[in-house]
């Protein structure tokens, strides 16, 4: 069970941080290119983007209460006990990436409510922006890549 859902969150996390760049991207070049907001490929890929960060921070989670690296780790070495690489599994990549998820949420559901596509563009661009960067600053790129 464990080991399935660590290699689950470990490969989507390579599809959610693609297609987080591209839909950042894609909102960037309409924000500046002052383009329209088409139903076919901005909303599709912003709407690909969130679903596929929703379903990781559902991963995560469960991935939290399973891991020897996740709840199991404050509960037998302490909040005093952790070091830095155990603090980054434990505490601070799943609260910062919880933090991320909600303001691309918020950056989403802020879109819906413009008519005009730089607005839209502007919310998508900007909120999942800083979802992305704060992902990006609390991955344990270490880990991964071994
Ligand atoms: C978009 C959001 C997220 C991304 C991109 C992401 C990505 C990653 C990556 C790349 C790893 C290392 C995997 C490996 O060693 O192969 C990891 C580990 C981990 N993640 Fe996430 N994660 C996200 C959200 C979350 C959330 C919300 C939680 C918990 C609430 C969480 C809990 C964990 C835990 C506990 C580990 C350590 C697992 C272990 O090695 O046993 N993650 N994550």
Do not use: C
Not at 29 to 42: E, L
Not at 121 to 146: D, E, H
């Amino acid at each position: 069970m464990y080991e399935l859902i660590q290699v689950l969150h470990s490969y989507l996390a390579y599809i959610v941080l693609i297609l987080l760049f591209m839909a950042v991207a894609n909102a960037m070049m309409g924000w500046v290119g002052n383009k329209m907001f088409t139903m076919q490929k901005d909303l599709r890929l912003s709407l690909f983007a969130l679903i596929l960060s929703h379903i990781q921070l559902l991963v995560g989670l469960i991935l939290y209460f399973v891991s020897p690296s996740g709840i199991k780790a404050i509960q037998t070495l302490g909040m005093g006990g952790l070091n830095s690489a155990s603090r980054l599994l434990a505490l601070e990549h799943p609260l910062i990436n919880i933090i991320a998820i909600a303001f691309i949420t918020i950056g989403w559901s802020r879109h819906k409510k413009f008519m005009e596509g730089n607005k839209k563009f502007k919310s998508i661009a900007i909120f999942y922006g800083l979802g992305l960067v704060l992902i990006l600053s609390r991955i344990p790129w270490g880990q991964w890549f071994n």
